[in-house]
């Protein structure tokens, strides 16, 4: 009788793993915009993170790669000086289940893919200056921060 309701366990544990590949892609849709004080601006971007990179236009959307690692965004436009966003990449919900249900092992595999992590929705690129973009806001702020040029964040 025991082995059985190990066995179910086990087969419903087994089962369980992986929730955030199952459920969630690899990829995530963003969109970009870029603006020079205050005005929005038609430039050349390259967003990078260790997935992959991807070339757009802003303004768009774009699907990039997830992955655990932080989104490095550059946009650039003849006369202007470039624009540096960060998109901070972060758990998604499906990854805490995958801890507390999957024992691990799905944690480990969403981790790997790329899966179990979310970028913002979006990524608002300020041309001349640095931006740091998170879906967690820090101290009651909007989630997003601006360096002036030539200081970093």
């Known amino acids: 009788m025991k082995a059985s309701i190990y066995a179910i366990t086990f087969a419903a544990a087994i ?7 199952i459920t969630q892609s690899e990829n995530q849709s963003l969109s970009l915009t870029a603006s020079y004080q205050g005005k929005p601006v038609d430039s050349e971007c390259r967003l990078k993170n260790d997935k992959g990179s991807w070339d757009s ?13 932080d989104l490095e965004v550059t946009c650039k436009k003849e006369g202007m000086p470039d624009g540096l966003l960060k998109a901070i990449s972060r758990a998604a ?8 249900f999957g024992g691990g092992i799905g ?3 969403d981790h ?17 200056e640095s931006v740091v973009v998170d879906k967690k806001p820090s101290n009651q702020q909007t989630g997003q921060q601006s360096c002036p040029p030539g200081q970093q964040c």
């Open 15 to 21: 089962s369980s793993v992986g929730c955030s590949t």
């Open 57 to 69: 236009k802003a303004p768009a959307n774009v699907s990039v790669r997830k992955s655990n690692e």
């Open 93 to 100: 919900g499906s990854m805490f289940g995958n801890i507390i």
């Open 107 to 109: 944690a480990i595999i």
């Open 112 to 128: 790997s893919k790329g899966t179990g992590y979310d970028y913002p929705d979006q990524l608002p690129v300020k041309m001349g």
